[in-house]
């Protein structure tokens, strides 16, 4: 089998883990920004619907309206959650930088490839051994008795 198709093979593989964890993150992390944001702005708008300085119904029920208009705009929502993904994303990215890089390398490279996919195969055995088997990571829940 040829080297150059091997490490292409990997680093597709890697660059698509790569851009789907990316995206997996951006979206959880639009939700979060969303119910984040949208609760703060509930709150902003909440707490001077319910205070009043008489008892007019008009005022009451006027303050309802724009509580309740505010409430189910959805424009700032969107935004949110444009800012949430593009956050999560980029930052899933930054955490991803050695093995986009690595599988960049063995993409479009010709004459390095072979060290790329090397890097890629031993960066997928420590990602293994430390981060999925949790080998050489202290144990705080074991008891020294």
């Given at each position: ?5 091997v ?30 944001r ?8 909440y ?21 309740r ?21 980029f930052?899933?990215?930054a955490a991803?930088?050695?093995p ?22 031993l ?20 008891s020294?008795?």
């Amino acid at each position: 089998m040829n080297w150059n198709v091997v490490s292409k093979i990997a680093g597709g593989v890697t660059a698509a883990a790569v851009l789907y964890n990316a995206h997996d993150v951006g979206k959880k992390m639009s939700e979060e920004y969303v119910k984040e944001r949208g609760a703060e702005r509930m709150l902003h708008f909440y707490v001077p619907s319910r205070r009043t300085d008489d008892r007019n119904a008009t005022t009451s029920k006027l303050k309802d309206f724009y509580f309740r208009v505010n409430a189910d705009w959805n424009l700032p929502d969107k935004i949110n959650a444009g800012i949430g993904y593009v956050k999560g994303a980029f930052l899933q990215m930054a955490a991803d930088v050695i093995p986009a890089a690595l599988a960049t390398g063995a993409l479009l490279t010709k004459k390095f490839s072979k060290l790329f996919t090397a890097g890629l195969a031993l960066y997928g055995i420590k990602y293994l051994v430390c981060d999925v088997m949790d080998v050489g990571r202290p144990n705080h829940l074991h008891s020294s008795e």
